[in-house]
């Protein structure tokens, strides 16, 4: 494991990061030099310090997403070097260390782009339409009771690990930044197939996947063309896997469900 | 609107349209590159135009020719639809972006390629499909084989690819098909919801020599007439 390295050099960096007013103000790119930052530092700890010094010279300091800074809540975000979470796979941008960057790099900052992730500020953007999404389907409403006792209710541990890891999807958006066409399959499909492959997602099975599709298009993300390139950018490993999953609950349930 | 136009109205219903139109397309490859094989035969030509002239008249052969043109219509309108619906999920780009970092060169240009195929498709109904079935665009020599008149499509071929620009354009464009079908012949069975671990990789690697044979029979073609005819 790397851990702090008292002779790690600190480096002389060059960012160029994306500033916007608000939601309806024009953006552009603006560069920030920044000195003296260890390799050790997370990428966001990089940008506090750029902050700081922003606020120190009275400047407005930059708008960024951020939450738990261990990886888990999915709130921080940034397209980083033209890669959504930066250039390392399987990291999310506060996971993503100084040490994976050389002294003298120029590094661009930009927030997701796509229409359903309106900017607010800087690289602030509105994922809000990921909760309309999960309104629509990405829940469970009967009531399931109390807890059931351990291996009281049968699912065979593969489809349980697979359930799991389709649950591992923090809603960070990185997929739909990833995409060429903007496209939220692979966040639908994750919260489509957790819940379609255990008993207590079956009663909802064939309105969640048809109401889930039909808000994902409503709120403007584009169609899904397996390039693939949500799945390699995705921070925690969602599978394409689950996209090919919704795919046959769509057709499922669209040639049996009682919607008309 | 009802369950069935809300259904292939959807990006994913449209895109079961463009698998399933793309897949019956690719059959149509294998069914005319059968039939382009007739062109090696060393008879002058005879047995390609009595093959073209069993295509040109056979009830069956004429049936599926209409489904051929609506497989083409739904293929290229749907792909207008999405691609139009793509452009605008995302209305500004980014100012920097490795997309090759993620996701292959055809997977991501897979419009441009059907664009270049689309061109060479209308070129090339120019240069044999309109003089053979509708006597347009300068109409066909003709040919007697066992006292029967038959339409010479094979000199209209072997014409054509002394042409260094046709058989430019034709190899060109095969290879864009190639790389068209490289992504889109496994793509399609993803998007019909097609993938297992007992078969995706099979279809995976099938796929690839798929597109690599067919094409390269295809393109092999006016390369033979331009080199060796």
Not at chain 1, 89 to 108: A, E, N, P, S, Y
Not at chain 1, 234 to 240: A, E, T
Not at chain 2, 79 to 88: E, I
Request: glycine letters at 8%; aromatic letters at 10%; charged letters at 15%.
């Amino acid at each position: 494991m790397a851990g702090s390295n008292p002779n790690a050099k600190p480096m002389d960096l060059t960012l160029k990061v994306w500033r916007q007013k608000d939601r309806n103000s024009a953006g552009q790119m603006v560069t920030y030099p920044v000195k003296g930052i260890s390799p050790d530092m997370s990428f966001l700890e990089m940008m506090d310090v750029l902050n700081e010094d922003l606020l120190r010279k009275g400047e407005d300091p930059i708008a960024f997403d951020h939450d738990c800074r261990e990886g888990i809540c999915g709130m921080c975000s940034l397209y980083i070097n033209g890669r959504p979470h930066g250039p390392e796979r399987g990291t999310t941008t506060c996971q993503l260390h100084m040490r994976h960057f050389k002294d003298g790099d120029t590094i661009t900052i930009e927030p997701w782009r796509a229409a359903a992730f309106p900017v607010h500020k800087d690289l602030v953007v509105d994922r809000s339409a990921f909760d309309r999404i999960q309104q629509a389907g990405g829940y469970v409403s009967v009531n399931t009771g109390g807890v059931p006792d351990a291996n009281a209710i049968p699912i065979p541990k593969s489809i349980a690990d697979k359930a799991f890891d389709a649950a591992t999807c923090i809603g960070c958006g990185a997929c739909v930044a990833a995409c060429k066409n903007a496209s939220a399959m692979l966040f639908v499909s994750a919260k489509v197939s957790q819940l379609a492959m255990l008993p207590q997602g079956q009663t909802e099975r064939k309105t969640r996947v048809e109401n889930m599709v039909a808000q994902m298009d409503i709120e403007g993300f584009g169609s899904c063309t397996n390039t693939g390139a949500c799945a390699a950018e995705c921070p925690v490993g969602i599978s394409l896997e689950n996209i090919d999953m919704l795919r046959r609950e769509f057709i499922y349930a669209k040639a049996t469900s009682e919607s008309l | 609107m009802n369950w069935f136009t809300k259904t292939f109205s959807s990006t994913v219903g449209r895109k079961i349209v463009m698998a399933v139109t793309g897949l019956f397309l690719c059959s149509f490859l294998v069914v005319h590159l059968i039939g382009n094989l007739q062109l090696f035969r060393n008879d002058g030509g005879e047995a390609f135009n009595l093959y073209s002239d069993f295509m040109a008249h056979n009830g069956v052969i004429r049936f599926m020719e209409i489904i051929l043109v609506l497989g083409f219509v739904f293929h290229i309108y749907d792909a207008l639809v999405l691609t139009r619906l793509n452009k605008a999920a995302r209305p500004i780009g980014y100012v920097n972006s490795h997309p090759e970092e993620n996701s292959s060169w055809s997977s991501r240009n897979m419009g441009l390629l059907g664009t270049v195929i689309l061109v060479f498709l209308i070129i090339h109904l120019w240069n044999f499909f309109v003089p053979a079935r509708f006597e347009a665009n300068g109409g066909l020599e003709r040919v007697m084989i066992e006292d029967v008149e038959y339409h010479n499509l094979y000199s209209a071929v072997v014409l054509a690819f002394q042409n260094p620009i046709y058989v430019a354009i034709y190899v060109i464009s095969m290879i864009a098909l190639a790389y068209h079908l490289i992504h889109g012949f496994q793509s399609a069975f993803q998007t019909l919801g097609l993938d297992h671990k007992k078969y995706t990789p099979f279809i995976q690697k099938f796929g690839v020599a798929f597109s690599i044979l067919v094409c390269l029979g295809f393109a092999i073609i006016p390369l033979y007439f331009f080199f060796l005819v």
